[in-house]
Each structure stands twice: as structure tokens, then as C-alpha cells.
């Protein structure tokens, strides 16, 4: 099922805009299931280190993602936003944690570009191209490269963040 | 370009869903039909309800499409008509022929699911098959094509992931859900007083009851719908292994929940498949035993404490434990001196360890070490225990014992490092409260291990804090919690224990799954997570489960059980204690040492090598592990040793020279049954704990009543005032 969309004889792609660090991100809107801003981690000891926690959610109990984590920065003061994914792999739904929602841009196709060929390792499991945009570049995410069964398979070998704690 | 991505693989709609449901319902009636016919059945009703399964589904798919499903449900249904009017006689071959439609549907109804579509739309991959089917409509003899020598798998369909309700079942759960949409109606309303507030928590709680029971009924799946998978399983792989096996299900009627009924589902036909593979003697070799030619293997479903208990039960060759033995001792899974003397419950829990597999050769049904192992870590996963029983020449019994549901379980909240986990009442045996002033006498070291003195039984300790790398708050005391896995006691160092509750089950992601010591989460009142800890995982994150002395002896000793097996002695001994090659306390029964040297290193010799000491004419090997007589010479001043001269009681009293650093006491000890952890064996003397230095172990009991020791020991009167 596609969601790209035809406008002015475009086609164009609605991304959920979402800022973690300094970094700019975008996913398609229609794979994120929910924005929960309010939420009670729990963590969970010896845990990969991409697991932030756990978190209850609509009577489930889903694995929450540390963007932060990912890209291999420092965990952030400030509450940050689970957007409610769901792991194509296994069926299971799971949190990313970013640091801020910020809205919902439609995006055109055509200003889509791929990893610059100087991106390192970690960014280029993680980011499926860049989409150039007015404000800034927008990072495109693929939810399947950020779901946990993609991440135990290759982070955890190629970059090492998936050690156990 | 990137491509878009779409959330949801949508192959089939609703109306092909349930096509596919009914379809492998219809088949699976038809696999019980087959194994009946197989089985010497009457034919009428069974070739009635498998020519009535085929035609449902050639029905069917003539408007939803599927040409090939068409053609091959009809070619079926052609000859199932002719069988079932009587104008021809079903015979093996047919059987086998029907057999073979009833998995290529299967494959294709497959092939539905996942891919949305039949496969390729070229009537040739069916064609030898239709002929075949064709064929024996119009009389020829039976050509069954030749079909791939694999074990039938059946792949997980719409149906495993699918349960009937009956609507009466809906009714209620809809009445049930009326009255707490109405309660909460009345909380919500109403001025809540005091009065009011009980009566509407009493209804809300009835409410809760009732639906939670509804649902839980609406769960439950009779255990003869997994029973019937196994029939062609057991026909297979027993033709496979040129073997005659009769399979005979009993309790196919008791009710398990749908989830539990899938996880059993592997670890059942794991089972099947050793009892005709090992357990079953070829009929060459039962016929002589006196056994008759087939072999029988019983499946049996039944309600026991609470628990459904699951047994496969074959009247094979049963387990030849010293040859379990002589394999784990081959396989380095345990020393050769720990093979002599393990007694058969330990052995036996041999086979469960990974990688272990007494078959000589590697076959394609077993052979490859993978089986027992995962039978119980499958079982263990759904809160279960696995129980194995073998008599030898008389056959083999696995008994998998199941919780009724896993969705809600009692358990106790625990809290460490400032986090609840959750201790299902499944796996705790009792809680001990510890303060900090009687931690000294109750919980002992021996190396880097923790052991606790529950009513003269050692128990190995873990603690959850340090385990998980969590910090602890327990400042004035600290909770035990005796958890009991895979036969095994351990005690559980928590900070707190809360009240129990009932606590709902929810999985934790399956990126987790190697985390072993957790099996869950659950959601607390409060709406906190609490991870719910799997005993099993723990012990095995902590290598308690590594197969030592016999938990069921220790076991045995507690309840007191009068087997001589199991019969340890428990009185109070004289012991030297004194401090070996490693710093560590050990002891010897006193009534071995016929003497305590103290001797300067010059007084030893070295003959081939090997440190010996003359002693009343007589050269006397020494024993010196660690080292010391070589430390002893090197040191500045040359300081003197302590020699034991001891009499082994293992090897026909020999004397023995033990070289030790220091000599502390000499005084009654109590002997400790075996340790489920360590080596060898252990005494208490002035409330600390010391290790039997190895070769001086007490041995069991002796059914006259005395001890070996003493047997074999002329005991030395003199010695108790020469070591003070």
C-alpha cells in the first residue's frame, strides 16, 4: 500500500517531522501508530543498549528505542516523545523514543537524494536518504531499520551499540 | 526514488481468510479420517467426512478463483466418491494417494496465505498427481508419484493463529462486559459514599471474576486437536526407521489454552519422535523380549493439582543410563570421577542438557542432540516442568506437566535496586527474612559462592541486584525468596517483598528472548511495569543448573525419605579443620589422621619427581597441590610445614602425606547433605562452613549403621589432645 499521494502532478510523501539531538528526521506518517508525550519508562536490566526500556501502552507492555541511542549520542535531559511503531518482522508494536514531535510535512519525491557517500557506518543502517527541504535537510527513517528485530541483527554486530549492558 | 512502505502485509481479504480457515479445518478432519482408515477404521463414516472436506473446498474455490485448488479438489473428489459409493476398496496405496492431495492443498492454501496467490498458474506441478487420482478412478492400478523423503512439517496457518468461540460463549462475555460498562456507569455518577462505594467494588470485582473466567473458557482448545497431529508424525518417521508403531491417545477432550496448545506442539513431537526413534526396539529385537512386533506409543491428557499434565509413554527399551553416562562423559559434559558415582535421577537430567545425544549415528529424525533440551526450555517458557521416567526393557515416560493459562498467575512483587519484579507462585517455595545481624551465621562463602543454611540444607545464593547490575537498598535486612527450577533449590536475594496478587501476563518483545531471566511483564495497579522473573533463567544465568551432586538426594534427606540412596549421614563428627593449599577451610573426618607433622622443608624428599616423606619406615606420598613445599623452601628462613599423615579412606586406607598452610582446630562438625552446587561435600563446625578435602568425603550410609570412615580408619585417641 502506498501513501505517497499526487498533488500538482507531484508525487509526494507525508513525513511525521521529528527533531533527537540536533538532527533533523523524518518517518511516514502513516507508519506511526501514535505519539504518546506522556509515558512511564521501565527499564530493564541487561538489555541491549538501544533498549531504553519498556512501556505500557493500551494494556501492552512495548520495547521503547532509544533513538538517541542509536545514533550514539548522550541520553537527553528533557522528557522525550515514544512514537508507536510496529515491527513489520514480528507483528509486535514498540516505541522510538525522539526528543520532540514536531509536525507533518508532505514531502516531494523528487527532492529525495540518497546517504552522502561520506556518512558514516552507524547513520547509514539507520537513514534510508535525505530529502532536501526549505528549512533544512530532513532525515528519511525507514521503520524497518529502526524496529527492534532489524536492530538485533545488524547494529548489534556492525556498531557494537547492541551490547548488553 | 525511495519506495513507500506499507505497515500491514494485506494478501488476503476477509472472505479468502476465512476460506482458509474452514479449508484447513476441513483437512485437518481429513488427516483424522486417514489415520483412522490407517488405523483398520470402518471406512464408511471416515471416507463420508473426507469426501465431504475435499467437496467443501472444491466448492468453494470455484468463485473465489483458485483454478489449481479446483482441479485438484476434484480429480480427489472423483475417486473419493467412487470409494465411498463402494464401487472401489481403498487400500494402502489409495490412502498414501489421498494422503498426498490432502499436503499438496495444504501447500497451496499455504501459498494463499502468505503470498496471496496459488503459486504458479501451470497446471504441471499438479499434473502427475491429478493422472495418478484420475487413474485410479478409472480403474488402474495405484501409481503413487514419488514424493520428497521428508518429515511432514505442517506450517503455522490462519488457523493456529484462530480460535471458535460459540456465540453463547460471546453472549455471555458481552453480558459480563455490559455490567462493567454499567458499574462504571455508577461510579461515575452516583455520589460515592462509603456504603455505596462497597457495594459498587463488590460488583466490579464479581464482574472481573466472571469475565476473566469467560474468557479463559472461551480459550481453551481440546489437547486431542494437537493428539491428531502426531498420528502421520508417528506412521512416518516409524516407517522411516523400519519400525512398527501404534499411537493411542487417551484425555484428547481436556481443555488448554490456545497459546499453551501451540507451545506444546513442538516439544510433543520432539517426543514423539525420540520414543520411535530410541525408545522402540526394531520388531526383530521386541519379538525375542517378548514384546509384540508394533510398538505403542500413548499420548494422555489429564487435570492434576491444578496443572495439565501431558504424557508420552512408550513401551520401548526404556533409557540405558550407563550408557547415558559413558556419552556425558565423553562429551566432557561431566568428569569421569562425577560419572562414577552420579546416581540415575542426575543421570537422567543428562539428557536434557543441549548437545546431548546417546544415538550413535545422526539420522534425519534425531541423532543431532537437538531435542530433550528443547523439549523442557519450550515447556519451561509456558511456566511448565518436564519429568522424565525409564524403566530399562520396559519402556520410557516424559510427563509435561502445564499451567491451565498463562494469562493470569499468581505471583509475589519483589523490589530491588528501587524496580518490582514479579515471582510467580509457581516457582517459590517459601520466603526467609534476613537481618543484617544474623547474616554472618546463615549465609557463608566457600570461594566466590554464597551459601545459605535453611534447616541444615545448603542452599546456593543468588543475589537479584547484583545479578542484574541494579544497585540494592537493604540496610537493615534483606528478603530470600526459595525458588525451586529444573529440580533445583536456590535462594533469591531480593531488598522487599509486597503482597501477593494476581498479576495478568504480558510477553515482553521478542528482541528480549535471550534475555532468559525474565519470562515477562506485567502492569501493576499503579500502572508501573513489573518484570516477571523466569527461576529457570535465573539458575541458568547463574550456572546453577550445570549437572552436579543429585538435587534429589538432597532432596530425599530433607523429607527424610529411607532410601539407601538417599540416606546421609547427618550425625556429628570429629574433624581437623585446617587451612589448604588455597587459603580456603577444609576438613578431614579426624579418625584419618594418624599424625600432624610439623616439619621443616628440608625433612622432604623428592623421589621421580614427586615429594615423599619417610614416616616409621615407610615412604608416604605427599600432596601438596599448591605448591607449598616449594614455597616453603624459596621463603626467606625456610619456614616449616604442616604435614597430614592421613589414612584415605577411598583407597583401601593408603596413607597419604596432605601438605597444608595451617592446622586451626580439631572438633565435632555436623555433615551437610550433598551440595547441588558444589564438588564435593560439606560440614559445619563453630557455625562456619568447611569443605571435605578431596578423597575424605563421608560417604553414604552404610545400612548397618556405621560410618566408612570409621571402618576403615583406626581411629587415633591421642590425635584430639596433640592438634588442641
Known amino acids: 500500500m502506498s501513501y505517497s499521494v499526487e498533488r500538482s502532478h507531484e508525487r509526494v510523501t507525508s513525513l511525521c517531522r521529528l527533531r533527537t539531538g540536533d538532527g533533523l528526521f523524518g518517518i511516514e506518517t502513516s507508519a506511526v501508530r501514535e505519539a504518546l508525550d506522556r509515558y512511564e519508562l521501565r527499564e530493564i536490566p541487561r538489555a541491549p543498549k538501544f533498549v531504553a526500556g519498556v512501556l505500557a501502552y493500551r494494556g501492552e507492555v512495548l520495547l521503547a528505542v532509544s533513538f538517541r541511542a542509536l545514533l550514539g549520542i548522550a541520553p537527553g535531559v528533557e522528557a522525550s516523545v ?20 514536531l509536525d507533518v510535512a508532505a514531502v516531494a519525491d523528487s527532492a529525495w537524494e540518497p546517504n552522502p557517500a561520506t556518512l558514516d557506518e552507524r547513520s547509514g543502517l539507520l537513514f534510508s536518504g535525505i530529502y532536501r527541504t526549505p528549512d533544512a535537510p530532513l532525515v528519511w527513517l525507514k521503520p524497518q531499520h529502526l524496529q527492534p528485530s532489524w536492530l538485533m541483527k545488524h547494529i548489534d554486530s556492525a556498531l557494537q551499540i547492541g551490547e548488553w549492558r | 526514488m525511495p519506495m513507500s512502505w506499507s505497515s500491514d502485509r494485506e494478501y488476503v481479504d476477509d472472505l479468502t481468510k476465512e476460506f482458509l480457515i474452514e479449508s484447513s479445518e476441513g483437512l485437518d478432519c481429513m488427516e483424522r479420517y486417514l489415520n483412522d482408515l490407517q488405523g483398520g477404521s470402518d471406512n464408511g463414516p471416515c471416507l463420508a467426512e473426507i469426501f465431504r472436506a475435499v467437496h467443501t ?17 476434484h480429480a480427489g473428489e472423483a475417486l473419493l466418491s467412487l470409494l465411498r459409493d463402494g464401487r472401489c476398496r481403498i487400500d494402502a496405496g489409495m ?3 489421498l494422503t498426498q492431495l490432502m499436503d499438496r492443498l495444504r501447500a497451496v492454501l499455504e501459498l494463499i496465505e502468505t503470498a496471496g496467490h496459488e503459486g504458479k498458474r501451470d497446471v504441471d506441478d499438479d499434473r502427475e498427481l491429478i493422472e495418478a487420482l484420475n487413474g485410479v478412478t478409472r480403474g488402474n492400478k495405484v501409481a503413487a508419484p514419488s514424493r520428497a523423503a521428508s518429515l511432514p512439517e505442517r506450517p503455522g496457518n490462519a488457523i493456529e493463529t484462530t480460535v471458535r468461540v460459540e456465540v453463547e460463549t460471546l453472549n455471555r462475555l458481552m453480558n459480563l462486559v455490559g455490567e462493567l460498562v454499567q458499574t462504571r456507569n455508577q461510579f461515575q455518577q452516583a455520589e460515592v459514599c462509603e456504603e455505596s462505594f462497597a457495594r459498587l467494588s463488590e460488583r466490579l470485582d464479581s464482574a472481573t471474576a466472571n469475565l476473566r473466567e469467560s474468557v479463559m473458557q472461551a480459550r481453551m482448545q481440546p489437547v486431542g486437536q494437537l493428539f491428531q497431529r502426531f498420528a502421520r508424525l508417528a506412521r512416518e518417521v516409524a516407517a522411516a526407521c523400519g519400525k512398527s508403531v501404534r499411537l493411542e491417545f487417551s484425555g484428547g477432550e481436556t481443555g488448554l489454552d490456545k497459546s499453551l496448545l501451540e507451545t506444546l506442539k513442538d516439544p510433543l513431537a520432539h517426543a514423539v519422535r525420540n520414543a520411535i526413534d530410541h525408545g522402540i526396539e526394531p520388531p526383530a529385537v521386541r519379538f525375542p523380549k517378548g514384546k509384540p512386533a508394533e510398538g505403542k506409543i500413548q499420548l494422555r491428557a489429564f487435570h492434576e493439582g491444578g496443572q495439565i499434565v501431558v504424557e508420552v509413554k512408550d513401551d520401548g527399551a526404556g533409557i540405558n543410563v550407563e550408557k547415558v553416562v559413558k556419552r556425558a562423559v565423553e562429551r566432557g559434559l561431566i568428569s569421569a570421577e562425577r560419572g562414577r558415582v552420579i546416581g540415575n535421577a542426575d543421570a537422567m537430567e543428562l539428557l536434557f542438557e543441549p548437545g546431548f545425544s546417546t544415538s550413535d549415528e545422526i539420522t534425519m529424525i534425531s541423532g543431532r542432540g537437538v531435542g530433550m533440551d528443547v523439549v523442557r526450555k519450550n515447556v519451561e517458557r509456558i511456566g511448565g516442568t ?3 521416567e525409564s524403566a530399562l526393557g520396559e519402556g520410557t515416560t516424559l510427563r509435561l506437566r502445564v499451567p491451565l493459562t498463562l494469562a493470569i498467575v499468581p505471583a509475589l512483587i519483589a523490589h530491588c535496586g528501587g524496580q518490582s519484579f514479579a515471582v510467580p507462585h509457581s516457582t517459590l517455595l517459601e520466603m526467609v527474612v534476613l537481618y543484617r545481624r544474623e547474616e554472618a551465621e546463615r549465609i557463608q562463602r566457600i570461594g566466590n559462592a554464597k551459601m545459605f543454611l535453611l534447616r541444615d540444607r545448603l542452599i546456593p545464593l543468588l543475589d537479584l541486584s547484583e545479578m542484574l547490575g541494579i544497585g540494592s537498598d537493604n540496610e ?10 529444573k529440580g533445583r533449590r536456590f535462594g533469591l536475594i531480593v531488598d522487599d517483598m509486597a503482597e501477593p496478587q494476581e498479576i495478568v501476563v504480558k510477553p515482553l518483545s521478542s528482541a528480549l528472548s535471550s534475555l532468559s531471566v525474565y519470562s515477562g511483564a506485567t502492569i501493576l495497579g499503579d500502572g508501573t511495569i513489573a518484570l516477571i522473573l523466569d527461576a529457570a533463567g535465573l539458575a541458568r544465568s547463574a550456572r546453577l543448573c550445570d549437572t552436579g551432586e543429585g538435587a534429589a538426594v538432597v532432596e530425599a534427606a530433607e523429607e527424610g525419605v529411607a532410601s539407601a540412596h538417599s540416606r546421609v549421614r547427618e550425625s556429628y563428627t570429629p574433624l581437623l579443620l585446617f587451612v589448604d593449599h588455597r587459603g580456603q577451610r577444609a576438613v578431614v573426618p579426624l579418625a584419618c589422621v594418624e599424625r600432624i607433622e610439623r616439619l621443616e622443608p628440608e625433612a622432604i624428599e623428592t623421589l621421580a619427581g614427586e615429594g615423599v616423606l619417610q614416616y616409621r619406615d615407610e615412604l608416604i606420598a605427599l600432596e601438596d597441590a599448591g605448591g607449598l613445599v616449594q614455597q616453603a623452601n624459596s621463603a626467606r628462613g625456610r619456614e616449616p610445614l604442616f604435614v597430614l599423615i592421613c589414612s584415605r579412606p577411598t583407597v583401601n586406607g593408603m596413607r597419604v602425606g596432605l601438605v597444608v598452610r595451617d592446622v586451626v582446630d580439631a572438633a565435632e562438625g555436623k555433615i551437610l547433605p550433598p551440595s547441588i552446587w558444589c564438588d564435593g561435600r560439606v560440614a559445619r563446625l563453630s557455625g562456619r562452613l568447611a569443605a571435605f578435602y578431596p578423597g575424605f568425603e563421608p560417604q553414604m550410609e552404610d545400612p548397618k549403621g556405621a560410618s566408612p570412615a570409621q571402618h576403615e580408619c583406626e581411629p587415633n585417641e591421642g590425635l584430639l589432645k596433640e592438634a588442641a
Open chain 1, 82 to 101: 515514544a512514537v508507536v511503531l510496529r515491527d513489520t518482522e514480528t507483528g509486535e508494536l514498540f516505541a522510538l523514543l525522539v526528543d520532540e514531535l
Open chain 2, 57 to 73: 473446498i472444491k466448492g468453494t474455490v470455484g468463485f473465489l478463483g483458485f483454478g489449481r485448488l479446483e482441479r485438484l479438489a
Open chain 2, 95 to 97: 490412502i498414501d494417494l
Open chain 2, 386 to 388: 518436564v519429568e522424565l
Open chain 2, 476 to 485: 537493615n535486612g534483606f528478603y530470600i525468596a526459595i525458588l525451586e527450577a
